[in-house]
């Protein structure tokens, strides 16, 4: 365990200009993130897991080895940290918050850091990695200062009212793991992480294998920023075995990947009586309606198509526009799409960066070939780009998608997107609710009360009315989550903390004892409490 001060204190040399590894990264710096993955104290003779290597995006080179867990590692962190959430659960909230809100100013501070980092484990453009700065920085800000309000003690009426006081009062859980994807290995790695040690918890995060850097680095930022070392524990490797074990070992899971993945867990969890939230998938529509404005819808889906080269659970696959602007629509669409510079560059100058693994490009690469081959067409993109990068893949839009191509219902979680027109709002929303997914979507009017009261028949966790999907996600004080196969619970908001908590009702009876009094026959008893029933509910309490 690494308990150093200045794990993140990089020297400011200027991040790479091109090519994978920032050159401020050195050896020992790695060695010292990795410190932070937990090894049993009491491994001895057991022989280590292999580590793992990931492969940067942008030119498929080795990132570096980090050391990987196995499932009695996991179990020791997970015990390292319930000893230690025992003397956190009795920190005031308020230094729980002020070491939330060091870590906060921390990370705009040394921001140019975790974006190297997340660049080069991930691929993505320097702008779609300072968006997990933002949102990280806001879900920090919104809880620090919102915990006490939404964890605060509930009076309620008790069940003789002015006899039986009754409270509900928020427990932490206890340890909460944590097991986020690759995809937003900052926001999804520690953003859920925030509200759960605010809410009196212990973690163990399970990293996931392409990006553990980026959350070591984190683990390390927090750590700098107050948090007790015990507290937090990270756990890397492969997911199925160490994943497992962390749903094994935790008192609650928050998950966020893919729907296949997080029916296992659910189920996994459920055999333990385990409680967990899920953030899976999506395939999410945009429905651009006849009265839009077409240039800022236009505009709008490539921001919510293309964001983190498609490669985010909320980003928009599906187009559904009124046939009346179909063309005036596709038009602005595609100048849009094509003005779009790739770019592999440690700079804000690329609006689109790579794929994140081999894997990856080859689900875009065959439902793209799969749609074509069944008769849609490709209206721009619609090809690899190996010039720029070994995993960069042009933005596309088809056109003629229909149900039997895996591009249709399928997530593709890539920079795809399909056009479909429609003639009514109803055959748009029927369009929109296609297929099991349900986590966001969007519509495009300028009548935004007809736009709201459409939102209520989509069945997704989140509708963005004139925006393609931020206007929701960053909104940190209202819920994010899916209906459906998208998933299960919500992040942000009220329930992205209280899912990290029990509730403990505390009830005080005063004065008399509920039941019949000293010397009082029970039938005398139930008489006059029949009649104080029935006088309640006259006087009509609650
Ligand atoms: P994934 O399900 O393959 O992996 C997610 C995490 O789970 C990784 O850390 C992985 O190592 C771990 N894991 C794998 N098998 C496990 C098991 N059996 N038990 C426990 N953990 C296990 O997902 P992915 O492909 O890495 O991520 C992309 C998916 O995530 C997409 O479907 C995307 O839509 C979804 N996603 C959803 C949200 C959301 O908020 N709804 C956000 C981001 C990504």
Not at 355 to 361: C, M, T
Request: glycine content about 10%; charged content about 20%; hydrophobic content about 45%.
């Amino acid at each position: 365990m690494n308990t150093e001060q200045d794990q993140t204190e990089a020297p400011a040399a200027p991040s790479a200009a091109s090519g994978a590894r920032p050159s401020w990264v050195t050896d020992e710096l790695i060695g010292r993130w990795c410190a932070w993955v937990h090894h049993d104290e009491a491994r001895q003779g057991r022989g280590a897991a292999d580590p793992v290597t990931a492969l940067a995006p942008y030119d498929l080179s080795p990132i570096a080895p980090v050391p990987a867990c196995d499932p009695a590692d996991v179990d020791s962190a997970a015990g390292v940290a319930r000893a230690a959430q025992h003397e956190w659960s009795r920190t005031p909230l308020a230094r729980r918050a002020e070491i939330v809100l060091a870590f906060h100013d921390l990370l705009l501070e040394r921001q140019d850091q975790v974006l190297d980092l997340i660049q080069w484990e991930t691929g993505k453009a320097r702008y779609h990695a300072w968006q997990e700065v933002a949102q990280v920085a806001a879900v920090a800000r919104h809880y620090a200062r919102r915990a006490r309000r939404y964890l605060g003690t509930r009076r309620v009426r008790g069940m003789i009212p002015g006899l039986t006081k009754v409270e509900e009062v928020r427990r932490p859980k206890g340890v909460v793991g944590v097991i986020s994807p690759w995809n937003y290995p900052l926001y999804l790695g520690v953003g859920d992480v925030l509200p759960a040690l605010l809410a009196g918890n212990a973690v163990v995060s399970k990293a996931d294998p392409q990006a553990a850097l980026t959350m070591l680095w984190t683990r390390a930022l927090l750590h700098e920023a107050g948090l007790p070392v015990d507290l937090w524990q990270v756990v890397a490797g492969d997911g199925a075995v160490v994943g497992s074990a962390v749903v094994d070992a935790v008192d609650f899971v928050c998950f966020t990947g893919s729907t296949a993945t997080g029916r296992v867990v659910a189920e996994r969890a459920a055999g333990r009586l385990t409680g967990s939230s899920l953030e899976l998938g999506g395939k999410n529509p945009l429905i651009v309606r006849a009265d839009a404005d077409i240039a800022a819808a236009a505009a709008g889906t490539v921001v919510a198509a293309f964001a983190n080269t498609g490669q985010m659970c909320i980003h928009i696959e599906r187009v559904h526009v009124h046939e009346k602007v179909y063309e005036a629509f596709r038009e602005e669409l595609l100048r849009a799409t094509q003005a779009l510079v790739l770019g592999r560059t440690f700079d804000y100058s690329a609006d689109v960066g790579s794929l994140v693994s081999p894997a990856q490009l080859e689900t875009v690469r065959a439902h793209v070939d799969d749609a074509v081959s069944k008769g849609a067409t490709v209206l721009t993109g619609g090809r690899a780009r190996p010039d720029i990068g070994p995993l960069f893949y042009d933005p596309t839009v088809l056109e003629g998608v229909t149900p039997d191509m895996d591009v249709c219902g399928k997530e593709t979680f890539g920079p795809v997107v399909s056009l479909y027109s429609f003639a009514t709002d109803d055959e748009a929303l029927r369009m929109a609710n296609q297929g099991s997914y349900g986590l966001s979507a969007s519509i495009w009017s300028r009548d935004t009360r007809e736009a709201a009261r459409m939102a209520g028949l989509i069945r997704a966790g989140s509708v963005n009315v004139n925006d393609g999907a931020a206007a929701a996600a960053g909104s940190v004080e209202a819920g994010m989550g899916g209906m459906g196969d998208s998933g299960l619970g919500r992040r942000h908001g009220a329930e992205g903390i209280r899912k990290y908590t029990e509730s403990q009702t505390v009830a005080v009876q005063r004065l008399m004892p509920l039941g019949p009094a000293p010397k009082q026959s029970v039938q005398d008893f139930v008489r006059r409490t029949n009649g104080q029933m029935a006088l309640m509910r006259r006087l009509r309490v609650r």
